[in-house]
């Protein structure tokens, strides 16, 4: 069974710095797309970035420049450094993999797994 599991996020202070990790378990393939979704509250979820497994990557226009999407060579795990946070950064961030062919450009629909989202919060 596959599974995502995400760690990092917290809070911090507007133009600080997080890390966020997923690790796929139980994932084989070596052709995948994955990503970053984030929901604040009373909105909807929006795409943040994406990472397909030949070093392919996205970035909405929101968070270009100022976070990095990137993989561990070993094993499938996903990071996402974000610099530069802003308030309005705030929200659940949830990791999500989906089949090689939906990157970049990843739907919330494409989706085949999400992991169960980790909270960021940054604060003015």
């Known amino acids: 069974q596959v599974q995502l599991a995400e760690s990092g996020g917290g809070s911090v202070q507007s133009g600080g710095s997080l890390s966020l990790s997923c690790a796929a378990s139980?994932?084989?393939?070596?052709?995948?797309?994955m990503g970053w979704f984030r929901q604040a509250p009373g909105k909807e979820r929006e795409g943040v970035a994406t990472f397909r497994s030949d070093g392919i990557t996205n970035y909405s226009d929101s968070v270009k420049g100022r976070f990095t999407i990137s993989k561990d060579n070993a094993k499938i795990t996903l990071y996402l450094q974000m610099n530069s946070l802003k308030p309005e950064d705030t929200a659940m961030y949830y990791c999500?993999?989906?089949?090689?062919?939906?990157?970049?450009?990843?739907?919330?629909?494409?989706?085949?797994?999400w992991g169960q989202g980790t909270q960021v919060t940054v604060s003015s």
């Open positions: 999500a993999l989906a089949w090689f062919g939906q990157c970049p450009g990843l739907r919330q629909s494409d989706v085949s797994l």
């Open positions: 139980g994932y084989t393939s070596t052709r995948y797309c």
